[in-house]
């Protein structure tokens, strides 16, 4: 196998991890790309590579690693709640339940939040041990630590993460099964389907940089979230907006579509307890442009505005 054939199989694996270190799409991909001429130029000056994949991994990790510093200066300015971007992730690899349940966790938007509680060198550290099941003697060779020091930062970064770790509905089925239900009561505007399957704390998370229309600030409670959603969901059919489901970083969610097909927003759900729990909603065009072409919304909501009132 030569080196491009040895990178293309790897791939997946490095993304996987740009991906989960940056939650940015287009981050992620530009990393992975210039691992790629990295080692290229490598092997063109003469370097003899023992280990792709330790090779790769390194420079994935310290790519990412400097650009989260700099990415942090950026978010203390973002306007609005900060969400990752999202992946679609229904057309990935069919896993058997346990090994679905383990990855998709570690992809959740839920779980991605929660890492930016950790310093990047933390972040690399966690994730490479604890997701991708690197040996504390690699890891100390990609971040430059001892093998002491990255015990003590993986224990560190794993007891933050545990306490605040989110919890999922065990069974796959179950939360599709919700997730169904849930949107399908948003397009009937039903409250009371609303409430019974909200949690009495569920909180909403809206994400659109100052460049979409969204909620500037978390909504929390049963009522609130059940008659926002029921209200909203009553104008979608009006605007011939289309709820199209999906799964969104491991867990249920939905893509909102205008009439020509283009993207509006992608809603994400964790579920738990056999209620909805969180429900994000990332609208903010620069964060959805790597899943299709993007809906005008300001022109829908000018139309929703031009409506006669009934």
């Known amino acids: 196998m030569d080196a491009v054939e040895t990178f293309e199989s790897l791939r997946r694996l490095l993304f996987s991890l740009a991906y989960r270190m940056l939650g940015s799409v287009s981050e992620a991909e530009d990393v992975v790309q210039e691992a790629f001429l990295r080692q290229q130029r490598a092997l063109s000056e003469g370097a003899e590579i023992e280990s792709p994949k330790a090779f790769l991994s390194a420079v994935v990790t310290r790519l990412s690693i400097d650009h989260l510093r700099s990415a942090r200066a950026r978010r203390e300015v ?20 346990a090994d679905h349940a383990e990855q998709a966790d570690s992809l959740s938007l839920a779980f991605l939040v929660l890492l930016e509680q950790l310093t990047p060198v933390e972040r690399a550290v966690f994730l490479l041990h604890d997701v991708f099941g690197y040996g504390y003697d690699e890891i ?9 020091n990255c015990r003590q930062l993986a224990t560190r970064a794993r007891r933050r993460i545990e306490e605040q770790k989110p919890r ?11 997730a169904e239900r849930f949107f399908a009561a ?35 409670g049963r009522d609130r979230v059940s008659r926002l959603f029921a209200g909203w969901g009553r104008q979608l059919a ?39 729990q969180t429900i994000r909603s990332v609208v903010n065009p620069d964060k959805l442009g790597h899943l299709g072409p993007l809906a005008d919304i300001r ?12």
Do not use: C
Request: without cysteine; aromatic residues 4%.
């Open 78 to 97: 973002y306007v609005g709640e900060w969400l990752p971007e999202p992946l679609l992730t229904d057309d990935g690899p069919r896993l058997d339940p």
């Open 140 to 148: 100390a060779k990609i971040v430059g630590k001892s093998e002491d």
């Open 168 to 178: 999922f509905e065990a069974s796959r089925e179950q939360r599709e099964r919700l």
């Open 186 to 220: 948003v397009q009937d505007g039903d409250v009371e389907a609303l409430v019974d399957m909200l949690a009495a704390d569920v909180v909403v998370y809206g994400d659109g940089g100052g460049k979409a229309p969204s909620w500037p600030r978390p909504i929390v």
């Open 238 to 276: 009006g605007l011939g907006i289309s709820i199209q489901l999906h799964e969104v970083n491991g867990q249920p969610g939905a893509v909102l579509l205008d009439p020509q097909q283009r993207i509006i927003n992608v809603f994400s759900l964790d579920i738990a307890d056999g209620v909805v």
């Open 299 to 310: 022109a829908l909501l000018r139309q929703q505005r031009d409506q006669p009132r009934t």
